[in-house]
């Protein structure tokens, strides 16, 4: 039999709702009169401070996500395949496309009611048929922790690697090595929990700041290049297309290319994660999620542009002696000096993005735990009593994050792999919750509660629109990025996800069927 009572009792309407806060939950901790009914109705007990309000979580959204910074940071496979016009034209439709992902995660984070850590395993289990909600929510969780692992090891190993082609500008003689450079990343990965262990009070209170210097800094190095930066023919910018890694067919070219936008959009559900910690989540998470993709969409457009403009050959950026060729660009426009200051600009907000970063991956690995869904599951979720935090599910992920640099010393084409799942592993649970959703629409819709953000009538086809579109960057994400294909520059994060995806099944069978039950299962009846 399928869901529909067990969804009917699951959910409830929130016309009647008090939005104000009662007197005895009107505090820092324990949120609004709305979040206490929610964790209620789920069957969660309220660990976490929630002070996180409105606008931190903005702030949270839009610092974490980074998009102007990873877009500059992060951009040699676009330059190689697509060149300039290739980058402004898949970042375009890469927007647009993963515009109707963020709709319909930010309505599903208010039509789940009760906000929890959990994300998008949490949404499956809510909105699944009764027979595979189990299966599909615990593979779903195992994939979300993958890819937010991953996630978070990539970003510390960005930042020591810029590092080290900084001090190649300051050196030319320097000869990175990658033992040097996974010490920087230790040294990042320290910093971080550090931060989101010892510092996590002021991580509320300093949100605003977070924010404003996100913004300031974009302001400094798009005035920078813009002033002091030579001028590219917008003609070449806009309308010529380029291949240097071997690929005779343009447009296989620029679907390989895209994936350099993509990656700076991923994790635009970050705030989701940190539910259980925002003040009135139900109302302000998916405000935070829908506003933070678009305001830094937006200045990573301006970036691109600028960037773009600034850059006077695509095969001097990628030669470049650093690896990076947003690095070169800076070399165009300022002294050495001025190349490391302003690329320092672009690293603080960077790793700012990798501690916040780690703290949503430490609470929707805590959140899986929390429902079995992960082995040592008691030590994962357990709450320091007094810090009120993941304590132990932020030193594992730091942990991981070492684990995973390492393997960078002996290979990097493997490192490269585990990071380019990242993409795979998220989109998997993209596409799994938003069908899930759109199931429940078209079969069962008087199951679905009233939402608190929604997309209106238009749900159903931006729902659509947003599965096909994630179909389409799955399918993408697992090709070569060069040919020939060797086994260095194979794309291997392939195998690595058919391997992950199997071994979820496995512990499934053996571990997860006997002891997971699912998020709804706890749902209290009304």
Known sequence: MDSINMVKHAHHSLEDEVDEPSP??????????????????????????????PLAALSFASVLQATWEFILISNSQVLENGGMAGFVWTYIWTFVGFGFI????????????????????????????ARYQRALSYITGWMSVLAWQAGAASGSFLTGTIIQGLITVRDPSYAPKTWRGTLLVFSMILLIYVFNVYAARWVSPIQNILLALHILCWVVAVTVLWAMGPRQDAKMVFTEFSSSAGWSNMGVALMI?????????????????????????SRYVPLAIAWGYIVNGILAFVVLITLLFAMPSVDAALNDPTGFPFIYVFKQAVSPTGVNGLSAIVLIPVIFSNILFNASTARQTYAFARDRGLPFADW??????????????????????????????????AFNAIISLNVAALMWTYAVS???MVYRKLLYPE????PRWTLGRHGIWVNLVALAYVAFALFWSFWPTQVPVTRDNFNWSVVLF???????????IVKGRKEYRGPVVDVKRT
């Not at 995660?105 to 906000?115: G, I």
């Open 24 to 53: 005895v939950k009107d505090c820092r901790d324990l949120g609004t009169h709305s979040d206490h009914n929610d964790m209620n109705r789920m069957g969660k007990v309220q660990e976490f401070k929630r002070n996180l309000r």
């Open 498 to 508: 058919v391997g992950n995806f199997a071994i979820s099944v496995v512990m499934y």
């Open 447 to 450: 199951t679905l509660p009233t």
């Open 434 to 436: 938003i069908s899930c």
């Open 257 to 281: 290319g895209q994936l350099s936008a993509i990656y700076g959009s991923l994790s635009s559900d970050a705030t989701a994660h940190m539910s259980e910690e925002v003040r009135d989540a």
């Open 102 to 129: 963020i709709a319909s995660l930010s309505e599903m984070a208010s039509m789940q009611v009760a906000p929890t850590s959990g994300g998008q395993y949490h949404w499956v289990s809510e909105f699944a048929s």
């Open 380 to 413: 994962i979720s357990k709450v320091h009593p007094t810090r009120r935090i993941p304590v132990n599910a932020i030193g594992l992920s730091c942990i991981i994050s070492g684990l995973l640099s390492l393997i960078n010393i002996g290979s990097d084409t």
